[in-house]
T-cell receptor
Framework: SQELEQSPQSLIVQEGKNLTINCTSS?????LYWYKQKYGEGLIFLMM?????EEKSHEKITAKLDEKKQQSSLHITASQPSHAGIYLC????????????FGQGTTLQVKP | EPEVTQTPSHQVTQMGQEVILRCVPI?????FYWYRQILGQKVEFLVS????????KSEIFDDQFSVERPDGSNFTLKIRSTKLEDSAMYFC?????????????FGEGSWLTVV
C-alpha cells in the first residue's frame, strides 16, 4: 500500500534546541512536500524536494531528501515557540497527477 | 502572496442535506484539488481537476461527491446527501502544473459538521 510514515509522532523541546522529524516511504518518491499546520487550520507550504540528495533551507528549517528518494528529514535549528504546530510530509508517488499521500503528522511543542 | 481561499470556514448541516463548499484557487493555477481530514486522521486526497474534467479521484470520492468550476475563478465541492462520516475539514488546493515538482498550495479549510 502507499504509506508514508512520520516519526516521531510528537515532540516536546525546549526553546533553542534543535530537532529532526523524519518521513519514510517504502516506495521511491517523485516529490516530497513539507507543510506546517496549526490545529484546525490550513496547510502552510514549507518546502518541496524532488531530487535525490537535495537539501533546501528556509530561515531555520532545513529539509533533505535522501539519495534513494525514500526518506526525508526536516531539521529545525534553535527552535522557537513560533515553530510549534503539526508538521506534515506529503509525497507524490505517481509523478504526474499532483496527488499527495500524507503522513500522519508530527506535533511539535516548543517550551519557552 | 497569492493564496487559496475557501468558504465557508465552518458549516453545520443536517444529515441528508446537500452541502456546497467553495474555493477560489490561485488565479493563474490550472490544477485544482480537494482533500479532507477527519479529526485526528491523515489528510486524504479526494479529487484532482484539470481542464474542466476530473483527472483522478480516490475511492472516497463516490457518487455523492461532485466538483465543478462554474466560472473562471471558483471551484466547488458538492456533497449531495451528507452522512455523519462526512464530518471533516475539507481543503481545497491548487497548483500551476499537475506533474511532480509543482508546489501545491492549500487553503485554510472548511470545517463541515454533519449532525
Amino acid at each position: 500500500s502507499q504509506e508514508l510514515e512520520q516519526s516521531p509522532q510528537s515532540l516536546i523541546v525546549q526553546e533553542g534546541k534543535n530537532l529532526t522529524i523524519n518521513c519514510t516511504s517504502s516506495k521511491t518518491l517523485y516529490g516530497l512536500y513539507w507543510y506546517k499546520q496549526k490545529y484546525g487550520e490550513g496547510l502552510i507550504f514549507l518546502m518541496m524536494l524532488q531530487k535525490g540528495g537535495e537539501e533546501k533551507s528556509h530561515e531555520k528549517i532545513t529539509a533533505k531528501l535522501d539519495e534513494k528518494k525514500q526518506q526525508s528529514s526536516l531539521h529545525i535549528t534553535a527552535s522557537q515557540p513560533s515553530h510549534a504546530g503539526i508538521y506534515l510530509c506529503g509525497a507524490d508517488m505517481a509523478g504526474n497527477t499532483g496527488k499527495l499521500i500524507f503522513g500522519q503528522g508530527t506535533t511539535l511543542q516548543v517550551k519557552p | 502572496e497569492p493564496e487559496v481561499t475557501q468558504t465557508p470556514s465552518h458549516q453545520v448541516t443536517q444529515m441528508g442535506q446537500e452541502v456546497i463548499l467553495r474555493c477560489v484557487p490561485i488565479s493563474n493555477h490550472l490544477y485544482f484539488y480537494w482533500y479532507r481530514q477527519i479529526l485526528g486522521q491523515k489528510v486524504e486526497f479526494l479529487v484532482s481537476f484539470y481542464n474542466n474534467e476530473i483527472s483522478e479521484k480516490s475511492e472516497i470520492f463516490d457518487d455523492q461527491f461532485s466538483v465543478e468550476r462554474p466560472d473562471g475563478s471558483n471551484f466547488t465541492l458538492k456533497i449531495r446527501s451528507t452522512k455523519l462520516e462526512d464530518s471533516a475539514m475539507y481543503f481545497c488546493a491548487s497548483s500551476l502544473q499537475g506533474h511532480s515538482g509543482n508546489t501545491i498550495y492549500f487553503g485554510e479549510g472548511s470545517w463541515l459538521t454533519v449532525v
